[in-house]
């Protein structure tokens, strides 16, 4: 029987998760305890990936920016943050449980789901109906009007088939503890679920240590946690996650033509990246959260469809102005050069380290299939992949090892290199493909006698003779971040 576009497209994910297992990406947490849900762990390449595409992102915010400084905020800070943040009043998901099956749904997620199902089925105007309905529903905070609605469509759990459900109810989705180390002592705080709070409360300390003047910015790398309820497709939503943000700070007034500059800005650090054209598109937001005057995602057609990597927010100062109203200490700034105080509007452009990974992956993932053979490759930008070079000598003997051991010498202060002799070269070439290892270089006897080597080009498998003395400079130029700068 003939796939669905939908199985195809699940089974394209399925491959993609098998293989960043098989291949040292990513790895369920806590496996041998059979898992932990929507929580990974990066294994040796992963790792490797993940790191170079924070570091590439640090890069051009910190580094092509005169006027973006960077900073590292606790993860625990004081809960009164999050109460000026609105975090603690509205961070929340609509939740309904299936009475018969125990499980619990965000409803909004339910609704939506079968309405990508009716749409699947040919139904377009039926399902837009349905999340016109449910928007609406939504917007006017009715949690009973959208369980009529899961109801009356007649839309069952998945797991009991049954359309016995509860209220609709809202939960946190922050998680909480205690500190203090006697229990009367203790005070309820939280994980941040969002990194950009550490930035807000930290704004006068940076902008007056770091001498910087409006318009600047602040970027800061690093973990964030929600209690995802809905927790699928992988390492896209996750319950301990990792976000790069960065919070500019304007002139009130200038914020709509920042956003514009920014949502610009960062849909060319894609493009540059080798991320297609036609694989990114850009989502205006039409119903703004209370504190933003314009919102945009810029989405990537992942195996299950255009989904949200990054959001380009113009917050307005709704953060810096509430922080100052429950701290009482002023978070305005003095303008020079128009002689006066104000608090200073943000733009802010916030995208997840794991979601960048896992469209990295999807986008590299490459499985080409001739009549002759097959093979599977990760054509990762050479500047982000996560090893850069392989050595491999044709053989275990007549001193060929130790000639290309002298190769590692040389390259392995700069560059992330792996040295492998064991197996045909043909099945090292392959496993080499399969971490998405840009250049094999194969060392052979006439290596001994004339110092060239054979680089196999991954993408290519063209292979060429080059001379030792020229591979710094090659895989310098070829992994080189440069390349991606001067794109954006
Ligand atoms: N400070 C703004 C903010 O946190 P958001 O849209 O909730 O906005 C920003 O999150 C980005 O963080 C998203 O575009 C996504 O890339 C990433 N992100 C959010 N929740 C995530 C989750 N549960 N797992 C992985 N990444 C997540």
């Not at 092509?64 to 943050?81: E, Q, R, S």
């Not at 509860?166 to 203090?180: A, I, P």
């Not at 318009?215 to 992988?234: C, D, H, L, S, T």
Request: charge should be negative.
């Amino acid at each position: 029987m003939a796939k669905t576009a939908n199985q195809a497209e699940n089974a394209q994910l399925k491959d993609i998760i098998s293989h960043a297992k098989e291949y040292g990406f990513v790895y369920p947490s806590s496996e041998i305890y059979d898992g932990l849900q929507a929580v990974y762990d990066y294994g040796a390449y992963g790792v490797e990936l993940k790191n170079n595409l924070k570091r590439l992102w640090w890069e051009t915010m910190t580094r092509l920016h005169g006027n973006i400084v960077g900073i590292d905020a606790a993860i625990f800070m004081h809960p009164t943050t999050w109460k000026a943040s609105g975090h603690v009043d509205s961070f929340n998901d609509p939740m309904i449980d299936n009475k018969d099956s125990k499980k619990r749904y965000r409803a909004d997620v339910l609704v939506e789901e079968h309405a990508a199902k009716l749409e699947n089925e040919g139904k377009e105007d039926e399902a837009k109906a349905l999340t016109a309905a449910l928007a609406r529903l939504l917007e006017a905070e009715d949690l009973a009007g959208v369980r009529d609605l899961i109801v009356n469509t007649g839309i069952a759990c998945p797991i009991s088939g049954t359309t016995n459900w509860t209220d609709v109810r809202q939960f946190n989705l922050m998680f909480s503890t205690q500190v203090g180390s006697v229990a009367e002592d203790a005070s309820t705080i939280y994980l941040r679920p969002e990194t950009a709070q550490g930035i807000f409360v930290n704004f006068l300390n940076v902008q007056k240590t770091a001498r910087m003047k409006v318009p600047f910015g602040i970027a800061q790398i690093g973990k964030a946690f929600r209690n995802e309820i809905v927790a699928r497709q992988f390492i896209f939503r996750m319950r301990e996650f990792e976000q790069m943000e960065m919070q500019f700070f304007v002139r009130p007034g200038s914020e709509l033509e920042w956003y514009k500059q920014w949502a610009e800005t960062r849909m060319n650090w894609h493009l540059a990246l080798g991320t297609p054209a036609e694989k990114l598109r850009k989502h205006d937001h039409e119903k703004l959260a209370h504190y933003a005057n314009a919102a945009m995602d810029i989405e990537y057609e992942f195996p299950f469809g255009f989904k949200e990597v990054e959001g380009i927010h113009s917050r307005t100062d709704f953060d810096l102005k509430s922080h100052q109203e429950f701290s009482k200490k002023k978070q305005q700034y003095f303008d020079p050069e128009i002689n006066k105080n104000y608090i200073p509007y943000v733009i802010e452009t916030s995208i997840g380290a794991d979601r960048l990974f896992l469209l990295t992956l999807c986008n590299a993932f490459t499985e080409e299939k001739t009549e002759e053979k097959s093979r599977t490759y990760l054509k990762f930008h050479p500047a982000i992949a996560p090893v850069k070079a392989a050595i491999l000598p044709i053989t275990k003997k007549d001193g060929l090892p130790e000639k290309a051991q002298e190769i590692v010498e040389m390259l392995k202060y700069d560059f992330n290199i792996i040295y492998e002799d064991a197996a045909s070269i043909g099945k090292r070439y392959t496993r080499q493909d399969l971490i998405g290892t840009p250049f094999c270089i194969a060392v052979d006897h006439q290596t001994l006698e004339d110092n060239t080597v054979t680089i196999r080009h991954r993408d290519t498998t063209e292979q060429e003779r080059v001379s030792i003395s020229e591979l710094h400079g090659k895989i310098a130029e070829a992994t080189s971040f440069r390349r991606i700068f001067e794109k954006i």
